[in-house]
């Protein structure tokens, strides 16, 4: 399958309402918080408190015990009488690896399988002796992938390497696993020396002890190759004693006598003979061989140490018998367990002053990192003294398990020496062999072996902090967490106790191993938290008289063998499993109970204990309590806030506990892997086969949960909410598991399998997955149906996949007929329910795939689903419409309903690319007018969404389609244009649309308003243009409007602000033809708004000295001042001589064109071209240049200006015969005579 997998917001995902449900309902138990506690444990440094310790607890009841024989594999008989025969020496030990054990008869090798004494596997090309057999990891790139391991075998003559095979057998478990060895020419000269050990690193390294010397096997020289001569390298000696004959090399001062390496850490140790430990880093990468330090002085260490106590250690008596590594999953700080033969335990660490530091590693350790920072000490920390014969549960084998010895036990701790020991995450094994002293009271010689583990009763009882009942929590009904409290402070006070057992061996022990040698410091140290379905850890101890196998029990089996012993039956009993519940808590024993209950389902011989588990569960499991009310405090109305809380049971608690250690195994893992090399193949098959056991435990938990539905009915105190959330959840796994392994074949490298259940972006991974597999399958089975895939997921997983999720899922579908539809209706049909279906699922969509939907349907021509979707999506992600109040609210700063208005704008935007798109095709004619008016109509008058009305008027405006939108008619335009929309253009708009409607008197109001508003950036001539506009259409008949008076009222108000309009543009005009600053700065302002007359007379025409306009007004307004008046117009004529003069030319001809042009302007107007006045000023100003002028002047220039001859004649009469003052001098009254004659002959 594939598919484009793409990073999105979280934002982005609308949750589905069911299965989002369903997780929130479960995340309210946080899962991940159950995992993380399951999974913490205390750092061993935080449990050894003190220089030294030493407590143990006794096991009071035989089904308690920790470690418990399972069956003893007995040494073929073949074996045993050629050891019978032996002739030189016999050595002996264990592969775990591949299940063998060894043993080496003088130059013969056999190796048989231990798990039922078959399979002898013999090697007898060596003449020689065989000293020690080794398995190891090969150097990677040199064998085949067939080869798993080198088997390296030690003569002193040579050190050879073997090729391992492993075939898999039809149990596929390893215990019939098929080995093959192969001969390879890989050899190196021992030179008589004796190995006794041989270990190998990761990386294939090899490292062999011998005659107290460190040697390495070099078996790829440079310039070597497969087959060619390998070398042993002495890392302990001198560099020049290579080349020295073995007759002149010198002993060792200090003899190895073994190693312990940490492949983790990439740390090898060296323990001398004389209980010094040295420290070699072997670097990050594995292949360098650097001396770190050397503690020579452990013994006065340790007697520092336990200088507190009441141990005395003897220097005669202090040897370290073995050393061990201390894995990462068990601590951080300490790394070297060092075991005495008298059971002393030595703790060391290679990090000076580690205890101190608050981490001893830059970053977290997992199994698959190396530690950032180099040893560069070895220090003692701790001393933990052996237990106590009074600590310890001696016990003999018999058949059927431990017993208790009979009669007086021997006290198997103060006589004795450990020759063989095993210690791995908190487990430890040693093998002691009876003294001198005892071996007087006994006929032969015996070995008992020495087991120790931790206590997880008293860890539980520690973390805990004494309360085992519960929880120890209170938490709402949303059940908020299931924690123990605070476990970093718990912590802080917890020690190491442990359990200790005596048992008598039945041979003497060569070896002790793990079964699974894999899980080598990886296993869980909280041993609590493993189900049945988990293997126990198993131990072999290898004697002389064959295999034994013991089993360490855990919790869970301990109360499983309880169950056993006791038949189910639990009143008899009721004491010993009150004392479980006990020492456990009441949440872990139920927990443990669902695991056997779960574990033996299909076990039919286990029916009783089932039944008896179910009992305990229910019986044992408690009962919720309801909390007292909590005041939190007052609110703004006074009143006392309270929550009520909730105890919950035993029982469910107990179910949530198990219920995350069920999908811990994979809820962390990565659900799809590159599968390109061989190893991601592995990694994904191991992913699978934990997919299916994770799959078949939760169907277990699922059909006890059937089983019992009171249970989380009741659980839930009748509220709804909660009484499917559990079962919810799991029915949610258990049928998503079932669907991923067929998806696992994509390359997805992050997607976790909790992210896939639990987030966002799990969630739109999911759909992307989806929707390619209806891309590859769904239209190469169309002959069977284009929706085999959402039927599927219907029927098959409906918890996971909710109704929207089918819905979208099968959209999908149909637009994937539609592309491959070859009828155009099936086309088109297809396309209509495809949209159908999107819309049930809208809010589901994520903007990325909305967008996408909407670009096919634009490439199907199908644009009517590119408005109508985003515009569905855009109602259900907002159903109150919180982004039209926002934007009502004028978009307040850190409002919440900004995200809802994002919301929506984001949709609108797929509208408006659709509609820009059609447009285009338009333009390029790849469509028709018809189609495009239908896709728009469909935006304009298709829904009542009014953000989106406003948002797309919006748009209109944005691309120049003004004219367009004049033609809409929707209840939303008008007071969008009203409120939205810059008041100039809003009225620009809406006395066009008016006018298109026929609407006069409403358009001429607005271009009125256009006009006359103030500052809106209008100059005056566009005012000018504005008013006459509105003179038009006030003057057209609007049959809308009944009153014909407002629109005569109205087109006479228009035709007076006309006149006063153009007296203000005159003015403009004549102080921009002045020029100057002053001036400019006049015409500027005229053009901020139309003036009253008033405002145009004081403000401009009189304070600028625009004599013209000032008559004018005078004239418009009817305002008549005779002094004013005359002072008007001899500043005209002072002015008219000045100008002249300036000029060079004569002042009469410039007059007289004056007067013609304010004569035509002004006449008649008695109150500003009085001809009386005018004629008087005239005459006089002529009777003084009478010499200059011709008689006449003044008459020819009135009558030029419209003043018709009568008037003249009447007004020369009057000053004639009524010899005003000013002509009363001879002179002045002969000129005047001469002008009325002048006057009277003219009229003839």
Not at 257 to 262: H, V, Y
Not at 331 to 341: D, N
Request: contains cysteine; aromatic residues 10%.
């Amino acid at each position: 399958i594939k598919c484009n997998i793409r990073a999105r917001k979280v934002s982005e995902l609308q949750k589905e309402k069911g299965f989002e449900g369903v997780i929130a309902a479960t995340r309210k138990t946080t899962p991940d918080q159950l995992i993380e506690r399951d999974s913490k444990y205390p750092d061993l440094s935080e449990l050894l408190r003190g220089p030294t310790s030493d407590n143990y607890a006794k096991r009071v009841s035989q089904h308690e015990y920790d470690f418990v024989k399972e069956n003893t594999t007995i040494i073929p008989s073949v074996l045993s009488d050629l050891i019978d025969q032996l002739q030189c020496r016999c050595f002996m030990g264990i592969l775990p690896e591949i299940k063998r054990a060894w043993v080496t008869i003088d130059h013969r090798l056999c190796m048989w399988n231990y798990t039922d004494g078959t399979d002898l596997t013999w090697y007898d090309d060596q003449d020689q002796i065989i000293c020690s057999v080794g398995l190891v990891n090969p150097r990677p790139d040199i064998f085949g992938d067939n080869i798993k391991y080198l088997l390296i075998l030690t003569t002193r003559i040579a050190v050879s390497v073997l090729a391992v095979s492993v075939t898999s057998g039809p149990m596929n478990d390893g215990t019939d696993d098929q080995i093959t060895l192969i001969a390879t020419d890989i050899a190196a000269p021992a030179n008589n020396v004796t190995f006794t050990q041989v270990v190998g690193t990761d990386e294939g390294r090899v490292f062999l002890v011998g005659d107290g010397q460190l040697f390495e096997l070099d078996y790829l020289r440079q310039g070597t190759w497969f087959g060619r001569s390998s070398d042993l390298i002495v890392r302990t000696a001198k560099p020049y004693s290579a080349y020295l004959p073995t007759f002149l090399r010198q002993s060792p001062l200090v003899e190895i006598k073994s190693i312990a390496l940490d492949n983790e850490r990439k740390v090898l140790y060296l323990l001398s003979s004389q209980s010094g430990i040295e420290v070699y880093y072997l670097g990050a990468n594995g292949h360098d061989f650097t001396p770190v330090a050397r503690n020579t002085d452990i013994l006065n260490s340790a007697r520092l140490a336990c200088r507190q106590s009441s141990t005395i250690l003897d220097t005669n008596e202090f040897e370290i018998q073995s050393i061990h590594i201390i894995s990462i999953a068990e601590s951080k700080k300490i790394h070297l367990l060092a075991m005495t033969t008298h059971g002393i335990r030595l703790y060391f660490t290679h990090q000076k002053d580690a205890l101190r530091m608050t981490t001893t590693y830059q970053q977290p350790m997992t199994r698959t990192t190396t530690p950032s920072v180099v040893p560069n000490a070895l220090e003692l920390i701790h001393v933990r003294l052996p237990p106590s014969a009074e600590a310890s549960c001696s016990l003999s084998l018999h058949h059927g398990g431990p017993t208790a010895l009979s009669g007086q036990q021997p006290n198997y701790q103060l006589f004795g020496i450990i020759h063989a020991a095993y210690y791995d995450c908190g487990a430890l094994l040693a093998a002691k062999t009876l003294g001198q002293e005892q071996q007087q009271q006994q006929e032969d010689r015996k070995t008992v072996l020495l087991m120790t583990s931790m206590d997880l009763g008293d860890y539980s009882n520690q973390l805990t902090g004494g309360n085992n009942n519960t929880m120890g929590t209170t938490t709402t009904t949303n059940m908020s967490s299931l924690s123990y409290g605070n476990n970093n402070q718990q912590q802080q006070r917890m020690t190491l106790v442990e359990t200790s057992a005596i048992i008598e061996s039945d041979g003497n022990v060569y070896a002790i191993a793990e079964a699974n040698p894999q899980k080598r410091g990886k296993r869980t140290m909280n041993e609590i938290t493993d189900t049945l379905s988990n293997s126990p850890r198993r131990f072999l101890v290898l004697t002389d008289k064959g295999v034994t196998f013991f089993k360490k029990q855990r919790p869970v089996d301990v109360l499983q063998q309880l169950l056993l012993d006791t038949q189910g039956d639990i009143n008899t009993h009721r004491r010993e499993f009150e004392a479980f519940f006990e020492r456990y808590g009441r949440v872990q024993s139920c927990a443990m109970c669902l695991a056997i209950i779960c574990g033996n389902l299909h076990n039919q011989e286990l029916v009783p204990v089932i039944r008896a588990a179910s009992f305990l569960f229910f019986e044992f499991g408690g009962s919720p309590t309801a909390a007292a009310v909590t005041t939190l405090g007052g609110n703004y109305l006074g009143r006392a806030i309270g929550t009520s809380g909730t105890t919950y049971s035993g029982k469910h608690d107990g179910f949530a506990l198990y219920f995350a250690r069920l999908i811990a195994p994979v809820w962390k893992l990565k659900v799809f892997e590159n599968s390109a090399d061989r190893k991601k193949n592995e990694q994904r098959s191991k992913f699978q086969a934990s997919l299916l056991k994770a799959q078949c435990e939760l169907d277990h938990l699922k059909r006890f949960m059937d089983a019992n539905p009171e249970f989380h009915v009741s659980a839930s105190f009748g509220d709804s909410r909660f009484q499917s959330a559990d079962q919810g959840m799991l029915q949610v796994l258990v049928e998503i598991l079932q669907w991923l392994p067929e998806l696992a074949r994509n390359e997805v490298q992050t997607l976790t399998l909790e992210s896939m259940l639990s987030t966002p972006r799990g969630r739109v991974l999911t759909r992307e997955l989806v929707i390619a597999t209806i891309n590859k399958y769904g239209a190469q089975h169309i002959h069977v149906g284009y929706d085999i895939v959402s039927d599927l997921l219907r029927r098959k997983c409906s918890s996971f996949f909710g109704p929207s999720d089918v819905a979208f899922y099968r959209g999908v579908e149909n637009l994937q007929r539609a592309k491959k539809a070859e009828a155009e209706y099936e086309r088109t049909s297809a396309l209509s329910e495809s949209l159908e279906l999107f819309k049930e699922a809208a809010d589901y969509l994520t903007e990325e795939k909305l967008t996408e939907i909407c670009n096919d349907y634009a490439q199907q021509r199908f644009h009517v689903g590119c408005v109508e979707l985003p515009l569905e999506r855009a109602k259900k992600i907002d159903p109150q419409q919180q982004g039209l109040a926002y934007m009502e609210a004028k978009n307040p700063p850190g409002d919440a309903r900004l995200q809802f208005y994002q919301g929506r704008m984001q949709c609108y935007q797929l509208v408006f690319h659709a509609l820009a798109s059609v447009k285009s095709l338009l333009q390029s004619g790849n469509t028709n007018e018809v189609y495009v008016a239908h896709v728009f109509s469909t935006a304009l008058t298709h829904n009542k969404d009014k953000l989106f009305h406003y948002a797309l008027y919006h748009w209109f405006q944005q691309k120049g389609m003004m004219s367009e939108l004049l033609a809409v008619d929707t209840p939303y335009l008008i007071p969008y244009f009203k409120e939205y929309v810059d008041e100039v253009e809003g009225m620009e708009f809406l006395w066009q649309y008016y006018r298109r409607r026929e609407q006069y008197y409403e358009a001429a109001l607005y271009l009125e308003a256009l006009a006359t508003r103030p500052h809106n950036g209008l100059d005056l001539q566009k005012r000018m243009e504005h008013l006459a506009m509105a003179v038009v259409n006030a003057s057209c008949r609007d049959s809308k409007r009944q009153q014909q008076q407002e629109s005569t009222q109205l087109l006479q108000n228009l035709e007076h602000r006309v006149t006063v309009a153009r007296i203000q543009l005159r003015l403009q005009q004549t102080l921009e033809s002045r020029g100057g600053s002053d001036n400019e700065q006049g015409a500027r302002s005229l053009d901020h708004q139309l003036f009253d007359i008033n405002d145009l007379f004081n403000k401009f025409a009189r304070h600028y000295g625009i004599l013209d306009e000032i008559l004018f007004i005078m004239k418009v307004t009817g305002h008549y001042d005779m002094i004013y008046l005359k002072e008007i117009w001899q500043t005209i004529i002072t002015q008219n001589e000045k100008e002249a003069t300036e000029s060079h030319i004569s002042p009469f001809a410039t007059l007289k064109t004056r007067i013609i042009y304010l004569g035509d302007r002004l006449y008649p107007s008695p109150t500003a071209f009085p001809v009386d006045l005018i004629v008087d000023i005239l005459e006089h100003y002529c009777f003084e240049h009478k010499r200059q002028l011709p008689t006449g002047y003044v008459v020819d220039s009135l009558r030029s200006a419209g003043v018709p001859i009568e008037v003249l004649l009447d007004v020369y009469t009057v000053s004639i015969e009524n010899k005003k003052p000013t002509w009363h001098g001879p002179d002045e009254y002969e000129y005047l005579q001469h002008q009325f004659q002048y006057l009277k002959q003219l009229l003839g």
